[in-house]
Each structure stands twice: as structure tokens, then as C-alpha cells.
């Protein structure tokens, strides 16, 4: 009961999060939108600071909850798991009108400059994210899939920072064309068919 | 002198709005900084928005002084006029020790989902910035620098997005590596210097 509630709170305030932003988003919004008594925050969390931190762990698990079933199916070559992750999450903002945009990258933007707790948490979160791509670029150069020579962890980082720049500017274009471009040139670069003359 | 205020209120309001974001950003607080008299405010624009598509204005019109002088810098060849922009945007981060990030990037994300005036300024921000780079790998094409035969806008595009996106990166890592690193991988990209075995 006292986790289920716990729980309760953690993914309304992800959700009212990912609208609004950390600053934006009052403790007081939270209980009422979850229906939990007044003045039983604290007894969960000892601020909203920690509160946050809950809520960037929710979205790093939720994350990990998306995008490993199509990373480690073995089904697949290792490349195209990577172009499927791409592509589940163009229809994952398709759906949403292309709003909101990635909330680790949103609270990055917001609170990298305000607060080195939340900074560190964030840097924890970008890190996991990047070694399952790494991982199964690793795999990619092990099976011969992927014949770039470039350091797996720098490539992971760069598709991912590249990705949620294209999210940034998906949130102006309202469409899909920047996830699009983005995924396009990564795959070509991975599949070594960028276009030289 | 009615234009000097109007540009100083526009100064003030960039360097603040840089720090806070639009919606944080208290027309009183711009007045203050500026030491121009209260009430002065809506004779030199209609409102809020007004003011803040001014100041997107002059993001843009700055990064367009940052970035010719060395993109027409003639002496360099194409690509390597590039890479001099990106430095260049490394020691300027770095002085302001990797805070802060583009303030279009920035209110692309604060505002994209939220007014449609300032969501099609910043697209003709965007627009205006990346027709700097498609024109110079159009050159870089003409002349033979780049051997690579993606279309020139789509190709500056990535560049840039991915640059965004290394921007929120550098923000919670607070060092020049997410910059470096895409900074590296493109290079190598548009040289035709990727390693593949």
C-alpha cells in the first residue's frame, strides 16, 4: 500500500514533469492529480529535490523498458535493432503530435545549470541509455554487421546527443522529419552506405 | 535614442533570457536591469510575445556575426571552415565553463509545444542557421572538398541538430566531450575520413 502510493506519486509527477518541467511542476499539482492525501509527501520523500531524482529514475527505467526488448532481439541483426528503436520512438511522438519531446533531455536543458544532484542523476541516466546502444554496437563489430572502427561508447553518444537534438527541433517542426533525417544518416553511416562519389 | 532603449531592452532581455528561459523571464526585471523607466515597456513593443520574438531576432542576428566571418573566410578551404566554427563554439562554452547552451535551442524546447508565434520564429531561426552550413558544403561539393553526396540541407541539418544536442549534453557533463566528440565524428563524416576496415 504505502509503495503503491509511493509509486502513485513518482508517475503522476513524471507525467506532469514531462508537460511542465521540474520548476513548473508543484508538489501540491502532484497529490491532486493522484488523489493522496495533503501533507503526506514528506512522509515519501524528504523534498521536491529528492522527488525529482525519484522521477528521472522512472523515466531511465521506462526508457530501459521500451527500448531493450528491441535491443536484445536476437531475431533481428544488430544494426536494424537500432533502427527499430529509432522508428518505435517515431511512432511513439507521432502519437503524442510530436509535443514533449525526451524528459531527460528536457530536464537537462532545465536543471544541468541549477542543481548538481539533479545533474548527477541526469549524467547517470544519458550513461545507461548510451551503454545499451554501445553494447550492441560492440556486438555489431564483433559479428562483422558493423565494419566502423570508431569507438563504440563515442558512437553510442553521438547517436543519442544527435537524437535528442533532432527531439529538440521536433518540438518547432512539429514532424517527423528531423527523427527521420537523423535516423537516416546514422544508419547510413553504421551500415558504412554513406554516398561517396 | 528611442532605438537605443528598444536595443538595450533587447540586449538586457537576451542576456537574461539566456539565464532563465522565457516564462521566468519578468518584463520588470528586463526594465530594472536596463535601468529604463517602468511603463516605457509597451511603447516600444505590444507585449511580452512581441518582445520575445525581438529577442529571438537577435539570438540569430549574433550567431550570424559569430559564424561568417568564418564561413567566408575564403583562405580556409570549405570543410575546414566548419571545423573552425565548431572550435570556435568549444572556446566560448568553455569560457562560460559549459553553461548556459544556444538560446535557440533552448526556447525550442521551452516554448516548441507552447505558442505557435514563437514556434514558427524559431523555425525561421533555424532555418537561417543551417542555410549558412548548406551553402558552405554546397561550396565544399563544387569544389571537390566533399566527396560526400548527401543533399547539402539535410546534411547541414544533422550537423546542427546533433550540435543542439551535444549542447544539452555539455550542460550536465560541464565538459567540452559532447561537443568534441560530435565534433570529431562529423568531421570525419563530411572528410570521408570515417575508419571502416
Redesign the interface.
Known sequence: MKQATRQKLIETGARIMHHK?Y??TGIQEVLRAAAVPKGSFYFYFRNKEDFGMEVVDHYTARYKDRVTPLLDDKSMPPLKRIAAVLDMFIDLYAGTDF???CPI??L???M??LSPAF?SK??QS?REMSTLYEQVLQEAKQTGDM????DPG??A??I???????L??M????SPK?LE??K??VMK?LE?A????
Chains 1, 2 share one sequence.
Do not use: C, M
Open positions: 518541467g520548476n513548473y509535443t514533449l519531446g533531455g528536457n537537462s536543458q532545465e544541468g545549470d545533474r541526469l549524467q544519458v565494419q566502423l572502427l570508431l563515442e558512437l553518444d553521438f543519442l546527443v544527435g537524437w535528442q537534438g533532432a529538440v527541433r518540438k518547432i517542426e512539429k528531423p533525417n537523423h537516416n544518416i553511416i558504412a554513406l554516398p561517396y562519389y
